[in-house]
């Protein structure tokens, strides 16, 4: 599995399917996911509200792109409350978002990075690496890792050079440069 770091907006992604997660407890919707409510006419808004488990922890939701994105499907994953996520939860995040990608038959698979209010350094990006080394052996071809700042997109660039294939993810920054 090829894995991409990439930023700008992950729902201009050309590809199969996009993951996206929520926190349970953040109102407003933020982030992309508030722009893709606003592009669905605020359809992710009153499912939210007709199902509040909607974003509980590892609550999918599969959403039809409609043509109004250059993917098929975008699979909404609640993260649960905020104050509860940690990173052990941000990597089972990864594994059931991507897990869920490939169960659709997918190839080529986004998410944005999913960050913790305290969040100052790589941990996202390692993580993702190690949930992707882990799930080599899926059907999915290409990940892309969406990076919100330019400062973490180019460090996480510089650290984690692009590889493929099983086992060739490293999961730490030291391996990927030693």
Known sequence: MDVHLRGGEPLKYRGDVILLGHFSDVLPLRGTVASMDWLFNASISRLWKNRPTLLDFGARTLIPTQGKLPVSFVILMGLGKEGDFGRDLRREAYRIGIRAMAGLGAERVATEEICMPDDQDLSTVEEFYGVVA???????????????????????????????????????PNEATG
């Open 134 to 172: 882990e799930l080599a052996d899926l059907p999915v071809r290409d990940a892309a890792l969406f990076i919100t700042s330019p400062e973490t997109l180019s460090a996480a660039k510089a650290s984690f050079p692009r590889r493929s294939g099983a086992g060739a993810v490293p999961d730490s």
